[in-house]
């Protein structure tokens, strides 16, 4: 089950509450891209408005994975 904090706002105890409903799973609005290192209570994603072209969103995909 995933759990999608709202507006990405969370800490230990909205984690502890949200794992105790049955999710496993908790995304939140940390800038990132997951990696085999991720904690699946604390995952990150990239942010895709809606407006990007898809050019645009490899170059951000790109720039997360230059990161790591």
């Known amino acids: 089950n995933i759990f999608c904090y709202p507006y ?4 230990e105890i909205s984690q502890e509450i949200v794992s105790n409903l049955g999710f496993n799973i908790h995304l939140t609005v940390i800038p990132g891209i997951v990696t085999k290192e991720s904690s699946f209570l604390e995952l990150p994603r990239i942010n895709s408005r809606g407006d990007y072209t898809p050019e645009e969103l490899l170059e951000i995909i790109q720039l997360h994975l ?3």
């Open 8 to 11: 990405g706002i969370f800490d």
């Open 66 to 68: 230059n990161e790591k």
